[in-house]
Nanobody
Framework: QVQLVESGGGLVQAGGSLRLSCAASGGFWSIDDMGWYRQAPGKQRELVATITSGGSTNYADSVKGRFTISRDNAKNTVSLQMNSLRPEDTAVYYC?????????WGRGTQVTVSS
């Protein structure tokens, strides 16, 4: 079972930056794909960015060029650097991690972008 703890959310003005981090712990052999998803009020949870254990990345079109996902395999952490934030980026951001066939979710961290 993988436990995930997210940090780094908050309130920022449009155009600003935030960095989210997620640390994985628990009894697992290895961490495979890691990623970030978000859910805005009244909307479904959507993919923001993912990164494989080898470092290949995938981004939602809406965040390409503004967000950067990275991971530290030695520390089992994944981060999301968010630049040029927009009000439409306001959501709860969730960390997602796969270890073999098992996926785990963090509790989420709120990101609010004011206009």
């Amino acid at each position: 079972q993988v436990q995930l703890v997210e940090s780094g959310g908050g309130l920022v003005q449009a155009g600003g930056s935030l960095r989210l981090s997620c640390a994985a712990s628990g009894g697992f052999w290895s961490i495979d794909d890691m990623g970030w998803y978000r859910q805005a009020p009244g909307k479904q949870r959507e993919l923001v960015a993912t990164i494989t254990s080898g470092g290949s990345t995938n981004y939602a079109d809406s965040v390409k060029g503004r967000f950067t996902i990275s991971r530290d395999n030695a520390k089992n952490t994944v981060s999301l650097q968010m630049n040029s934030l927009r009000p439409e980026d306001t959501a709860v951001y969730y960390c997602n991690v796969w270890s073999g066939p098992t996926g785990s979710w963090g509790r989420g961290t709120q990101v609010t972008v004011s206009s």
